[in-house]
């Protein structure tokens, strides 16, 4: 929340296009992670 506050108070683009990858990268994983856990193919 700060990030995006700051961000726009210095008026920049609120991501790169490498930080657009890396979220990207980081939602997908999250997504099959969750995916997985609630179809039992991994375990905690």
Same mark, same amino acid.
């Given at each position: 929340?700060? #990030?995006v506050l700051t961000r726009r108070e210095q +008026? +920049? +683009?609120l991501?790169?296009?490498a930080e657009l990858v890396l979220l990207a990268a980081s #939602?997908?994983?999250a997504t099959?992670?969750?995916?997985? #856990?609630?179809t039992h193919r991994i375990t905690i």
């Open positions: 929340m700060l #990030l +008026r +920049r +683009r991501f790169s296009p #939602l997908a994983g099959a992670g969750i995916v997985a #856990l609630a």
